[in-house]
């Protein structure tokens, strides 16, 4: 049974960083894919970061946080990032972190994720 659980959110002003952290328990697959989404309120989701060590590894960036935002992984501990610089307003949301099993490699579709976790709230002003 995988979970993941979110944590590192918060508020911080506009220019300022945070780093979110997911803890996957019970994701005892050999390699990782997972990803980063975002849902700030009255919106759709967005997926804001992608991983994957299949295939020789790959990420993928949204471009709206690309150069700004940095997602990695920590496999020995099962512990995943991601790195958020140069905060702006419309970077506030609720943050997902979610994952899927890595035999299928990586993407960017919230539907091709069957594990997800709670979320943390990000709040720039």
């Known amino acids: 049974h995988v979970q993941l659980v979110e944590s590192g959110g918060g508020s911080v002003q506009a220019g300022g960083s945070l780093r979110l952290s997911c803890r996957a328990s019970?994701?005892?697959?050999?390699?990782?894919?997972m990803g980063w989404f975002r849902q700030a309120a009255g919106k759709g989701r967005e997926g804001v970061a992608f991983?994957?060590?299949?295939?020789?590894?790959?990420?993928v960036y949204a471009d709206s946080v690309e150069d700004r935002f940095t997602i990695s992984l920590d496999s020995a501990e099962n512990m995943w990032y991601l790195q958020m610089d140069s905060l702006k307003p419309e970077d506030t949301a609720m943050y997902h972190c979610?994952?899927?099993?890595?035999?299928?490699?990586?993407?960017?579709?919230?539907?091709?994720?069957?594990?997800w976790g709670h979320g943390t709230q990000v709040t720039v002003s």
């Open positions: 019970g994701y005892t697959y050999n390699g990782v894919s």
């Open positions: 991983i994957t060590t299949s295939g020789g590894g790959k990420t």
């Open positions: 979610a994952a899927r099993n890595p035999k299928f490699g990586l993407s960017t579709k919230g539907y091709d994720y069957n594990y």
